[in-house]
């Protein structure tokens, strides 16, 4: 044979043309499928840990194409191949039954009424997208023909189910059973699947105003084929003909829609999403958050978010970056992750820190006093100071003077490099620009940074309690997404961020704190869950934090404004609190508690008053259980040795008690200023009884002292939310209860002051002369300055 190209000829022999023929058909036969088969854009779908969809976003073509699915439903595969191609199990891509079929129905109808074609062909038509002609008809053989020896008929099923369209914008049988079903595709019923085998044969039959008679014969003409075939009994398929047809196509679910926006950014677009959220959860707590929602939009309070771990498996149960309100106020913000002010929510990482340096243990008094750190003077939230407050209840009440001065005492860089250590990623600048403020809401932090913090601690204490070592992966931020990956073997080591012994004296003392007024009383009923939890009010009311630890959950609040607009309303207790409490409530948990950690505890004698090791000078003895640390502590100074009468009226020294029965005293007794203050909230804490008359020599300091403020002591004057000035409050101590002090500033007389020596006054920018005068004529003058904005 010859063939002539241009100048040139070439000269086949038969046989040698006919293989060349072959191998191009084989070349081509081979590689004719796309890889690849679909390149469709595909939503992006969000399922929960067991595989329910959660939320979807829409197809870049405007298209709802769910990612192809791994398996497909039995219902749906017995109804499709019953509709759609009898002999599917039987050809290898193209049947000769059905074309024949074909012909003789479109003769008898003297029109095109079936086109023969496989479900493998119909595979290769939706992949080739082209127009039906006998030569693309012919291809289509072809890639049919291909595919079945490239997949298992289970593939080809699912791949039909994938792609195959099912009237208006619906693509594949996941995306048609949540939008004309809301249900996953494996719990569809008979005549549900029934009815979506017939809908990509005609689509345009799903409408709930026109063609239901022949919708709905379809399906019935399915049922019936599916019973003739022995694939269901007699029951199933007289209560599948009864079942309704679908109606109009249902919204599909979208919850955490924050956490789908996450993902796609993160660059998981058009993916199937598994997530470790619990679908019901995510529902029912949406629903809880909504509805205090409502409530905080009274007072102007517009965004609040959530987040639940499960601390047993160390993942995320729930996921609520921003409630339900307006565009206006940002509900696209994702505030699980935006920094915020941190308030007081950091407050139990230093204390735990202290505690397990041995530096500090519940029972252990601290000073509550005024004070000035270089021109930084905190103040309690209530503005009140109890002069020495154990440290359990300073966490418990989240009192900031005593957590400023524990935070002085441990350090400032040494706290910062813990928080890093515990995941606090917005804790980025230097000790310098932090300062003392830093425990106060000075740093930002995150709703799911502050979350695995304190999961880890709990972790902590969960694991430790089953094997008494420590886990390497205690302190890794809880799972989000199930990529299904093999957990490694778990790795101990004998030390950890926190040890358990410190973790649980934190909670312990924060187990104290004060629930709001729908918890009050909580402890009076023996079913209300344990619950250590600790609230942060950031500066100016802007961020109002609850977090709350269990040994089975860790909840994590945060209500405010996503403008960062401050509200008088915006206060942990108030606005976080009642929403923590109400998420518990609905969560199934044990009510159990955490175990002590008995291997780092020990039993320690403390002075009942001071909690300091007590001495031989201790009158009052408690034994208490500590971390092991706490016997490096300190051992009490608070008591003072001396000689009264039997009636402890009066003091004596040896030279004066000669005609007197005397007895020796011990008597707990503070520093003059912390006494001041710690009378006022103790009313049976003693004064030492002054000397008898008759002991001469012995003189007595009668004169007063300015305790507020500080001589050279420098203040910026601050304002109430509407603008005025707070005022700042001047206080003095006498040692003679009845005293009277007469108080002037810059020789302006200011008033007077009897029994409680405090006085209010608004100051002016600049330096001023403060003079106080008793009765006798003593007086004390200190100069203090006002600093500007």
Known sequence: MRLKLGKYRFYFAPRKLTYFALFAFTVYFLGCLP????????????????????????????????????????????????????????????????????????????????????????????????????????????????????????????????????????????????????????????????????????????????????????????????FEQDKIDAITYELSLDEPLIGAPKTLPSLAPHL??????????????????????????????????????????????????????????????????????????????????????????????MTQEGMIHNDQLIPDVPMNFDHFSPLNYNEKNEGAVKAGDALAQSLNVPAVYLLQQYGIDKFLHKLRSIGQTHVSKSAQHYGLSLILGGAESSLWDVANAYAGMAKTLNYYNTENKYNSNTWDDASLFNTYAPQSSAVTRTTSKFDAASIYETFQALLSVNRPYMDASWEQYSSSSRIAWKTGTSYGNRDAWAIGCTPDYVVAVWVGNATGEGRPGIIGTTAAGPIMFDVFSHLSSKRGWFIPPYDELVKMSICKESGHRNTVNCTKIDTVQVHQMALRGPSCNFHEVFLTDMKEKFRYNKGCAHDVRVKTVSQFVLPPLQAYFYKNSHPNYKAIPPFHPDCEGVTEDKTFSIIYPDHNSKMIGTVDLDGFSKGIIFEASHPDNSATLFWHVDNQYLGETKGQHSIKYIPEEGQHLLTVLDEMGNQKKIIFTILGD
């Open 260 to 353: 789908l926006d996450n993902a796609i950014s993160s660059g998981r677009k058009g993916q199937r999403i598994t997530t470790t959220l619990d679908d019901r959860k995510q529902e029912k707590l949406t629903e809880i958050l909504a509805r205090h929602q409502r409530h905080l939009n009274q007072n102007y309070i517009h965004n609040a978010a959530l987040i639940v771990i499960d601390v047993k498996t160390n993942e995320v149960v729930t996921y609520i970056g921003n409630s339900a309100t307006e565009n206006k106020y940002q509900k696209y913000v994702d505030i699980v992750r935006a920094p915020r002010s941190s308030g007081s929510i950091l407050k139990p990482f230093l204390y735990a820190a």
């Open 35 to 226: 890889t690849p088969l679909f390149d469709s854009p595909t939503s992006t779908i969000l399922l929960s840990r067991d595989g329910r969809l959660m939320n979807a976003r829409i197809a870049e073509d405007g298209q709802w194409r769910f990612p192809e699915m791994d398996s497909t439903p039995v219902k749906f595969n017995e109804a499709i191949i019953a509709f759609e191609d009898h002999d599917f199990y039987a050809h290898t891509g193209v049947s000769i039954r059905a074309i024949g079929r074909a012909v003789i129905s479109n003769f008898k109808a003297k029109r095109v009424v079936s086109g023969g074609s496989t479900i493998t062909m119909q595979i290769a038509r939706m992949a080739r997208n082209s127009d039906r002609t006998f030569y693309n008809k012919f291809i289509e053989a072809i890639w049919a023909f291909r595919m079945e020896t490239k997949y298992s008929k289970e593939q080809l099923l699912t791949i039909y189910a994938s792609h195959a369209p099912f009237g208006g914008n619906v693509v594949g049988l996941e995306a048609a059973s949540w939008r004309y079903y809301g249900l996953p595709p494996h719990d569809l019923s008979w005549s549900q699947a029934a009815t979506l085998a017939v809908l990509p044969n005609a689509p345009g039959l799903v409408h709930p105003g026109k063609n239901r008679e022949i919708l709905l014969e379809k399906r019935n003409k399915v049922l019936t084929t599916l």
